[in-house]
Nanobody, 124 residues
C-alpha cells in the first residue's frame, strides 16, 4: 500500500499560479502511475493529469493543457502539479491518486490509493 498527502492549495486570484505537492509513503513510489484529479462543488470528480512511473509519459485533460504541468521526483517520493494562469473554473478540491495499471488511466475507479485532497480557490 501507499499513503498519499497533498499540500499547496490555497486562495489565489485569476491569473496566479500554485504548485501542489503530493508526498507518498509506504510501498515504493516508482511502481505507481500517479494522477491528479479535482472535484468542484456539485460536480463529479474529473481527471486533471497523469504521469507514468518514469515520468516519460504524461497526459492532460484538455481543460488544463498548456497551463498545468505534472512532474514527479521518485527520489523524493513526490508528485507535483504546477498550475499557471489559474481561472475561477479551476476552483475545486484537488486529489492525487496512485494506480498500478499498465498505462495512465483517466477514470478515477482505476486508481486504488487517494490522498485527502487540498482546496484550491481562484477568485475573479
Amino acid at each position: 500500500q501507499v499513503q498519499l498527502a497533498e499540500s499547496g492549495g490555497g486562495l489565489v486570484q485569476a491569473g496566479d499560479s500554485l504548485r501542489l505537492s503530493c508526498a507518498a509513503s509506504g510501498r515504493a513510489f516508482n511502481v505507481y502511475i500517479m494522477g491528479w484529479f479535482r472535484q468542484a462543488p456539485g460536480k463529479e470528480r474529473e481527471f486533471v493529469a497523469g504521469i507514468s512511473r518514469s515520468g516519460g509519459s504524461i497526459h492532460y485533460a484538455d481543460s488544463v493543457k498548456g497551463r498545468f504541468t505534472i512532474s514527479r521526483d521518485n527520489a523524493k517520493n513526490t508528485v507535483y502539479l504546477q498550475m499557471n494562469s489559474l481561472k475561477p473554473e479551476d476552483t475545486a478540491v484537488y486529489y492525487c491518486a496512485a494506480t498500478d495499471s499498465l498505462t495512465i488511466a483517466t477514470r478515477d475507479h482505476a486508481y486504488s490509493y487517494w490522498g485527502q485532497g487540498t482546496q484550491v480557490a481562484v477568485s475573479s
